[in-house]
Nanobody, 118 residues
């Protein structure tokens, strides 16, 4: 079973940049056909897929967030990163790291709260 651990600053001011990390202790983030996503949930709303990085390092983004979002990884550290700039109050929510593995199983992190407020 894969364990994912998100971490981040918690509180960010509007217009600033958010940086989140997803660490995967004891597992590789470059296994063939694994698909690592960032998903968020604003308060009182449903889940929103933000983007993902594939095992080959290529990325895909939600069209609505593409201009502000970047996903990357550090293979040696088994860490996947999310960076989002020009934050707005409506970016407030719980941010999750999620992986679909090659066998079709999905694993979630516990989520990290992000509040955008001055």
């Amino acid at each position: 079973q894969v364990q994912l651990q998100e971490s981040g600053p918690g509180l960010v001011k509007p217009s600033q940049t958010l940086s989140l990390t997803c660490t995967v202790p004891g597992a590789s983030i470059t296994r063939k056909d694994d698909y690592w996503s960032w998903i968020r949930q604003p308060p009182g709303k449903g889940l929103e897929w933000m983007g993902a990085i594939r095992s080959d390092g290529s990325t895909a983004y939600s069209p609505s967030l593409k201009s502000r979002t970047s996903i990357s990884r550090d293979n040696a550290e088994n860490t996947v990163y999310l960076q989002m700039n020009s934050l707005k109050p409506e970016d407030t929510g719980v941010y999750y790291c999620y992986v679909d593995d090659a066998l079709g199983f999905g694993y979630w992190g516990q989520g990290t709260q992000v509040t955008v407020s001055s």
